[in-house]
């Protein structure tokens, strides 16, 4: 790569190439040209597509997309729908658990990384191993630890408890917990990585203070360092709860939504009947249900965001 | 305090433990044969390593197709769908962020809110776009849907680091002469190959590991191997081959395990901004 230069090569370079006369637009007129692409996806394939999906929520459409308005009648079947009250269930009991104790190890973690320990870097890496991996993976090793006659309850019993059971994912009304296990265990790195950079940037003088004052370690993270990272765990609870919204693979390869659909999620029934069941409308219904959720959880998050943008200039 | 130190440390090992334990039981298992899985212990080291799981998972058996098709698939995917997204994100990240155009804001917001849509809402409308085009099933069809949905994210990398530049630079390199393109090319690109680095690694292990879009828009051409792993556990007929299961799931994992561990702090610098994108 040549152009890893420092910037005086650079603008020389610069300079060789500029002063050609072939410049017929002007720079401004350039940069516009270059944001039609991104502003012809955002508009149509962001915008237009959930408004599409808005208008064929009011239609009587099935199989294919009709233009037959029935109202608010989808939304109303949805409501009557038990499989869809099912998964919205599962979605604050699996959101809560998940977001809860994703944040909690991670905290923990991210503690007793900054303590100093040697290897750190090792720890770290470990930590965050899971998060290359897809949650189709995730969901496939955890499927067959958790699997009664093969998996953990197996293995305990050979080792002589021989009636240990731990049948979660086999049962009606467990299933929906072996999600969080699954999911914890893949995204407890990133709140660690996150909560680690918020206590690498705490004014070292406040360590220094607490040190004169003689207050105990576990005080001062319980009450001056904790409070101080609250914007962390703001944006740690938010990508979470995004995460948590959109969770379609998990579902789907650790328990397939079962047993029958005790561990059944919104994002799976949206699929599941847009593509399989031939209810395009209850699908549409279902997916700005969705939406509306998510807008309610990430709204705030996004009003802090911009105006930080907004005024980073 | 030397006992507290201890204590540290035995926490962060068993929490290690616990994190790796899975994965190498999956390792384990996928050198097992099968009679050995159903009377052995879990966490039994294999008696006898043998690679002829991973051998089936790869090249498949009879009838069965094996991964090695897929992967092909997943890198015709993945590769286009790259650099497509990187480029396309790093010109509009730039153009966004260092040219003060009028609406750059609200195009900025828009794109913002897009990487929070679920994909679930806007798929079956990208579905007649896709099938309009005549791309639908096809390996192309999946590089579009790819673009359109990792463009958010990518352009937010690079608006984010554009945006710590000085606008300075564009006006020296305007001085110099130098237009929209040519100051991207020789004065920004070279200041942000770091960013660079972090999308394209974050690009690569979420394209590899969807499985959303590659379930909806793949045919058994183009299928990736995310796609092939779920329905090679989930329809097996008869008993399932766990060793045969755990070695094609490793062989999934390992293309993004590799580029997590070669890239390091990398991957953790974009993992943050990233952490949006399921």
Same mark, same amino acid.
């Given at each position: 790569?040549?152009?890893?230069?420092?910037?005086?090569?650079?603008?020389?370079?610069?300079? /060789?190439?500029?002063? +050609? #006369? /072939?410049?017929?637009?002007?720079?401004?007129?350039?940069?516009?040209? @270059?944001?039609? #692409?991104?502003?012809? =996806?955002?508009?149509?394939?962001?915008?237009?597509? =959930?408004?599409?999906?808005?208008?064929?929520?009011?239609?009587?459409?099935?199989?294919? #997309?009709?233009?037959?308005?029935?109202?608010?009648?989808?939304?109303?079947?949805?409501?009557?729908?038990?499989?869809?009250?099912?998964?919205?269930?599962?979605?604050?009991?699996?959101?809560?658990?998940?977001?809860?104790?994703?944040?909690?190890?991670?905290?923990?973690?991210?503690?007793?990384?900054?303590?100093?320990?040697?290897?750190?870097?090792?720890? +770290?890496?470990?930590?965050?191993?899971?998060?290359?991996?897809?949650?189709?993976?995730?969901?496939?090793?955890?499927?067959?630890? $958790?699997?009664?006659?093969?998996?953990?309850?197996? *293995?305990?019993?050979?080792?002589?408890?021989?009636?240990?059971?731990?049948?979660?994912?086999?049962?009606?009304?467990?299933?929906?917990?072996?999600?969080?296990? %699954?999911?914890?265990?893949?995204?407890?790195?990133?709140?660690?990585?996150?909560?680690?950079?918020?206590?690498?940037?705490?004014?070292?003088?406040?360590?220094?203070?607490?040190?004169?004052?003689?207050?105990?370690?576990?005080?001062?993270?319980?009450?001056?360092?904790?409070?101080?990272?609250? #914007?962390? !765990? !703001?944006?740690?609870?938010?990508?979470?709860?995004?995460?948590?919204?959109?969770?379609?693979?998990?579902?789907?390869?650790?328990?397939?939504?079962?047993?029958?659909?005790?561990?059944?999620?919104?994002?799976?029934?949206?699929?599941?009947?847009?593509?399989? /069941?031939?209810?395009?409308?209850?699908?549409?219904?279902?997916?700005?249900?969705?939406?509306?959720?998510?807008?309610?959880?990430?709204?705030?998050?996004?009003?802090?965001?911009?105006?930080?943008? +907004?005024?980073?200039? | 305090?030397?006992?507290?130190?201890?204590?540290?440390?035995?926490?962060?090992?068993?929490? %290690?433990?616990?994190?790796?334990?899975?994965?190498?039981?999956? @390792?384990?298992?996928?050198?097992?044969?099968?009679?050995?899985?159903?009377?052995?212990?879990?966490? @039994?080291?294999?008696? %006898?390593?043998?690679?002829?799981?991973?051998?089936? *998972?790869?090249?498949?058996?009879?009838?069965?197709?094996?991964? %090695?098709?897929? !992967? $092909?698939?997943?890198?015709?995917?993945?590769?286009?769908?790259?650099?497509?997204?990187?480029?396309?994100?790093?010109?509009?990240?730039?153009?966004?962020?260092?040219?003060?155009?009028?609406?750059?804001? &609200? &195009?900025?917001?828009?794109?913002?809110?897009?990487?929070?849509?679920?994909?679930?809402?806007?798929?079956?409308?990208?579905?007649?776009?896709?099938?309009?085009?005549?791309?639908?099933?096809?390996?192309?069809?999946?590089?579009?849907?790819?673009?359109?949905?990792?463009?958010?994210?990518?352009?937010?990398?690079? /608006?984010?680091?554009?945006?710590?530049?000085?606008?300075?630079?564009?006006?020296? *390199?305007?001085?110099?002469?130098?237009?929209?393109?040519?100051?991207?090319?020789?004065?920004?690109?070279?200041?942000?190959?770091?960013?660079? *680095?972090?999308?394209?690694?974050?690009?690569?292990?979420?394209?590899?590991?969807?499985? &959303?879009?590659?379930?909806?828009?793949?045919?058994?051409?183009?299928?990736?191997?995310?796609?092939?792993?779920?329905?090679?556990?989930?329809?097996? !007929?008869?008993?399932?081959?766990?060793?045969?299961?755990?070695? @094609?799931?490793?062989?999934?994992?390992?293309?993004?395990?590799?580029?997590? &561990?070669?890239?390091?702090?990398?991957?953790? +610098?974009?993992?943050?901004?990233?952490?949006?994108?399921?």
């Amino acid at each position: 790569m040549s152009h890893a230069e420092p910037s005086p090569a650079l603008l020389t370079a610069a300079d /060789r190439e500029a002063p +050609r #006369p /072939r410049r017929r637009l002007s720079p401004a007129t350039a940069a516009r040209i @270059a944001l039609i #692409p991104a502003t012809v =996806i955002t508009v149509v394939c962001f915008y237009a597509f =959930i408004a599409w999906t808005f208008v064929i929520s009011l239609t009587r459409s099935r199989l294919l #997309p009709v233009y037959d308005f029935v109202g608010f009648d989808q939304y109303r079947r949805l409501f009557a729908n038990a499989r869809w009250w099912t998964a919205m269930e599962n979605l604050a009991i699996h959101g809560t658990l998940f977001i809860v104790g994703c944040t909690l190890a991670g905290y923990a973690l991210a503690i007793l990384i900054d303590r100093g320990v040697r290897a750190e870097s090792v720890f +770290r890496t470990i930590f965050m191993l899971p998060l290359s991996m897809s949650f189709i993976v995730t969901g496939v090793i955890w499927q067959w630890l $958790l699997n009664p006659t093969f998996g953990i309850q197996d *293995a305990v019993r050979d080792l002589g408890w021989t009636d240990f059971v731990f049948n979660w994912i086999v049962r009606q009304d467990r299933a929906i917990y072996t999600l969080a296990i %699954a999911g914890v265990w893949q995204q407890v790195g990133l709140c660690m990585a996150l909560f680690l950079a918020g206590l690498r940037g705490i004014d070292p003088n406040i360590w220094k203070a607490t040190r004169v004052d003689g207050i105990p370690t576990w005080r001062v993270y319980l009450h001056i360092i904790t409070p101080m990272l609250r #914007p962390v !765990f !703001f944006t740690v609870v938010v990508l979470l709860a995004a995460l948590v919204m959109k969770a379609f693979d998990l579902v789907v390869a650790l328990t397939g939504g079962g047993p029958g659909f005790a561990s059944d999620l919104p994002a799976r029934f949206v699929v599941d009947h847009i593509l399989n /069941r031939q209810e395009l409308g209850l699908g549409a219904a279902g997916a700005f249900m969705m939406l509306c959720t998510i807008a309610a959880v990430i709204a705030p998050y996004l009003y802090v965001e911009l105006r930080k943008s +907004r005024g980073g200039r | 305090m030397p006992y507290q130190r201890v204590v540290l440390y035995l926490l962060l090992v068993t929490a %290690a433990l616990a994190v790796l334990a899975p994965i190498l039981i999956m @390792a384990s298992t996928s050198l097992k044969p099968m009679a050995e899985i159903r009377d052995g212990n879990l966490f @039994a080291l294999p008696q %006898a390593p043998t690679l002829e799981a991973w051998s089936t *998972a790869w090249h498949g058996r009879g009838g069965s197709g094996g991964l %090695a098709d897929k !992967f $092909l698939n997943s890198f015709f995917i993945v590769i286009p769908a790259l650099v497509l997204s990187v480029g396309l994100g790093a010109i509009t990240g730039y153009a966004l962020s260092l040219w003060r155009l009028r609406h750059a804001n &609200l &195009l900025f917001a828009a794109l913002l809110i897009g990487l929070f849509i679920p994909p679930q809402v806007t798929l079956y409308p990208m579905i007649l776009l896709v099938r309009e085009l005549g791309l639908f099933g096809t390996v192309p069809g999946l590089v579009l849907v790819h673009v359109v949905w990792g463009l958010a994210f990518v352009t937010l990398l690079f /608006r984010n680091f554009f945006q710590s530049v000085p606008a300075d630079l564009v006006k020296a *390199a305007r001085i110099d002469g130098a237009g929209f393109l040519a100051t991207f090319w020789y004065v920004m690109l070279p200041l942000s190959l770091p960013v660079f *680095a972090v999308a394209v690694i974050l690009q690569f292990t979420y394209t590899w590991n969807d499985f &959303l879009l590659g379930l909806t828009f793949s045919s058994r051409d183009s299928q990736p191997v995310t796609v092939a792993l779920n329905n090679l556990v989930a329809s097996q !007929f008869g008993e399932q081959e766990y060793n045969v299961n755990m070695a @094609a799931t490793m062989l999934v994992a390992l293309p993004t395990v590799l580029v997590y &561990l070669f890239s390091g702090r990398l991957f953790v +610098r974009g993992i943050a901004a990233g952490a949006v994108k399921g």
